[in-house]
């Protein structure tokens, strides 16, 4: 990624509010053509960054650039940015045509062009000719599409989403996103995205920023994070971890990293608790002094135990987090 342009950048980059909540010290940089998402739980500070890069929030310190220029002092329309925020903000009294006009409209392109371009736009969210139609008159996740349209009709060279697809069902959650990744691939723009959704930003993000209480916790790769967590809270918060307590230190191992024997020949013998068959995997929970441990295993194991047999616990990749961390 170092040889890649970088498109944004925050400096040190602090915004409180009056109250004194907020984030503090963000440094991030995101490179053209990438999809970055923050992720973190409910009050974290994502949005807070998200809207002081859209420019609809002033930093208290530090800067903000984008390709390299500081953009603190502009109003949202003169940044080179476009947000679409969590409620969809379509206007109810105005059809998808007009709604997605506006801004072109408000920017004096000549109405033949504007004609044009709707219609591309509409392709390419998969809501081809609804023009006529009331925001009302369309499901959330159409709304959502035509949000996002609009957005894409400005041209931004950076498009920030806030939790877009946070009112949708999970089943046409997962076709947005994969909508999403395409129409980013596509028209090669940098997204920065919101989500509280750890397998969402997964799924979608080149690299994923993990907040905790208004600061970074880390930056990687969804692998680089999945696999090397830098926090506890990190490592609670991607995924599932199971946190073995020995002394002073925290095993922190995932379930599929854990190998199971039946009988009692290993070092760490623990009694099964309960047998989930979760289709192709099963998870065994296993007792093993204080702990309860969950292990993904086969079917074939999971036909071979039952609730109170001993069994013997080995385990693989994991990361030692000491108490002061
Ligand atoms: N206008 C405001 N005035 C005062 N405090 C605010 C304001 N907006 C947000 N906060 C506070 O700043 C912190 C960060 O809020 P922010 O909205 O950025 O969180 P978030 O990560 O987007 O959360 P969520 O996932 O719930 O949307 C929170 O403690 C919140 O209460
Ligand atoms: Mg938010």
Known sequence: MSDRKVMLELVDMTK????????????????????VTLLGPSGCGKSTILRTVGGFLDVTSGDILINGRSIVDLPPEKRPTAMVFQSYNLWPHMTIYENLAYGLKLRKRPAAEIREEITKSLEMVS???CEKKYPG??????????????????KPELLLLDEPFS?????????????????????????????????????????????NKGKIDQIGTPAEIYDNPATLHVASFIGEMN?????????AVRPEDISVTP???????GEVRTIMLLGHYVVLTVQYGENVIKCNINRALSDSLKVGDKVSLEIGKHTVFNKTA
Do not use: C, W
């Not at 009056?18 to 995101?30: F, P």
């Not at 009988?263 to 013998?269: I, L, S």
């Open 16 to 35: 409180k509010y009056g109250n004194g909540d907020g984030v503090e010290h963000i440094g991030l940089k995101v490179y053209e053509g990438e999809i």
């Open 127 to 129: 809501m081809p000719g």
């Open 137 to 154: 008159q369309l499901s959330g996740g159409q709304q959502q599409r035509i949000a996002i349209a609009r957005s894409l009709l400005l």
């Open 167 to 211: 009112a949708l069902d999970a089943k046409i959650r997962q076709q947005m996103r994969e909508e999403l990744k395409k129409i980013q691939q596509d028209l090669g723009i940098t997204v920065v995205f919101v989500t509280h959704d750890q397998e969402e930003a997964m799924a979608l993000s080149h690299r994923i920023v993990v907040m």
């Open 243 to 251: 946190f073995i307590k020995k002394g002073n230190e925290t095993i």
């Open 263 to 269: 009988g009692t020949a290993g070092d760490m013998v």
